[in-house]
């Protein structure tokens, strides 16, 4: 079977545990580009050994960022670049679905759906995750946001990417199964809450940027405090969340939270209280 003439890149750092699951689900691909933060543990030796090209990004604290910085300066063999983390896993009617609608000219970009896992438990319910990241490199990268004097992520999070011309769905849908532990979720989301409140601050000071309407909504309910009370009913009781159990409950109040320490943490910042 000929390989898919899409090239995967796959942002890490001290991913040794997630790593070899998502790798082995890319044999399909024709190019696998690893693109590491220096990690500590095993992340390059598995990559190396999976047969991944394996680049090192040392971030400066300026733009671009690890996935830019790819698109950049990666010998990327093909037009079509596929971006993924460690913990998202790819299945054969995924694989097989990108391999069809990639190869009409029509299309530019497609928005990625997941099928999120949480404490071990596939989850049926609550908030849905999405996002574009399969686009041709000609047409599309990640938008660049002021940050230099604040920003201590190296990696695009929250930045979303700018497409050019038409974007669509792939039904299919990717597992998002991260096998670390709660305290490294946990960690994760505080360093992620620190920079959304650092970006909201700064959307404050700033006119005439584009935002998508669920981040209007998002800052939209940051301003008025009610964000963590309506994320949790609307996770839990409108789309159903109840119904996975303990893990749907633990996830909505974990995610509930998260946007709690966003807005703690304006109030901090406004106040010019140091962020532990």
């Known amino acids: 079977m000929s390989k898919i003439p899409i090239s995967v890149i796959v942002s890490v750092k001290n991913e040794a545990l997630n790593l070899p699951s998502c790798l082995a689900k ?18 390059t030796i598995i990559a190396a050994a999976l047969g991944a090209e ?29 971006f993924l983390d460690a913990d998202e896993f790819v299945t054969d009617e995924f694989v097989s679905e990108i391999a069809i609608k ?3 000219p029509s299309y530019n970009g497609f928005t990625i759906r997941f099928e999120n896992y949480f404490m071990g438990r596939k ?30 992520l190296d990696m695009e999070v929250h930045e979303h990417p700018i497409i050019e011309g038409k974007v669509g769905v792939i039904k299919a849908k990717v597992a ?20 959304e409140a650092q970006r909201y601050l700064q959307l404050k000071e700033t ?20 964000l963590p009370a309506v994320y949790f009913l609307g996770a839990y009781f409108l789309k159903l969340g109840f119904l996975d159990g303990k893990e749907g409950f633990y996830l909505a109040r ?19 209280i140091e962020l532990k």
């Open 54 to 82: 394996v680049l090192q990004f040392q971030w400066n604290g300026k733009f671009p960022k690890k996935r830019n910085w790819a698109i950049q300066n990666a010998d990327i063999r093909h037009e079509w670049i596929l």
């Open 26 to 43: 890319l044999k399909r691909f024709d190019q696998i580009i690893v693109v590491d933060s220096g990690s500590t543990d095993d992340t």
């Open 254 to 272: 974990f995610k509930s939270h998260y946007f709690f320490q966003i807005q703690t943490k304006i109030d901090s910042i406004k106040n010019n």
């Open 123 to 152: 989850l049926r319910y609550g908030y849905g995750f999405q996002k574009s990241a399969l686009f041709r490199k000609s047409k599309g990268a990640y938008e660049k946001i002021e940050e230099d004097l604040w920003s201590h």
């Open 102 to 104: 990639t190869q009409d």
């Open 176 to 195: 998002h199964k991260d096998f670390k532990n709660l305290e490294h979720y946990i960690a994760k989301h505080n360093a992620y809450s620190t920079w």
């Open 207 to 226: 006119k005439n940027v584009l935002l998508s309407i669920n981040q209007k909504i998002k800052y939209s309910l940051l301003s008025t405090g009610l």
